[in-house]
């Protein structure tokens, strides 16, 4: 049996590489497609993931308004606020009769602030619609070296 979250993190950074050189878009960081194609398996996860990044993103953009938020500091900002955005989603899934029904979760720890970043760097609709895309091939690639018993 093979480890799927190395092989999808490999396959997802030669996919972010070529998206990177070839359409000059990042899709969400290098790892992110590839712990997002096992997420696909759960699309309320994948969605989860993406919605704690786009908070994340929103609260350190307003954070910015009041704050002197720059270079490193904001890289780190957004990697601690994405942690305590998914962590806060995990407690109230875990927390909750609705949240334990759906078995609502985050994917990784720091892809939410990773997300953030670029879609600080770049903008939302480029870096989602990348996202999305280069995690779809992931996937793909994945069915089609794995089989079709890929799970997240």
Request: a neutral charge; glycine letters at 14%; proline letters at 3%.
């Amino acid at each position: 049996m093979t480890e799927l979250l190395p092989l999808s993190i490999g396959i997802g950074l030669v996919v972010s590489l070529v998206f990177t050189e070839l359409f000059g878009v990042a899709a969400g960081g290098m790892i992110v497609p590839g712990y997002l194609a096992l997420g696909l398996g759960k699309p309320l996860d994948a969605l989860a993931t993406v919605a704690a990044g786009l908070v994340t993103f929103a609260i350190v953009h307003t954070l910015s308004s009041f704050t002197i938020v720059y270079g490193r500091r904001r890289t780190v900002l957004m990697i601690l606020v994405g942690y305590l955005v998914a962590t806060g989603v995990r407690a109230l899934g875990a927390g909750t009769a609705a949240g334990a029904a759906l078995d609502l979760a985050v994917i990784g720890y720091i892809v939410p602030g990773l997300i953030a970043i670029w879609l600080d760097r770049q903008g939302i609709l480029e870096t989602i619609a990348a996202l999305a895309t280069a995690s779809a091939v992931v996937r793909l690639v994945l069915v089609v070296l794995v089989g079709v018993e890929v799970r997240g």
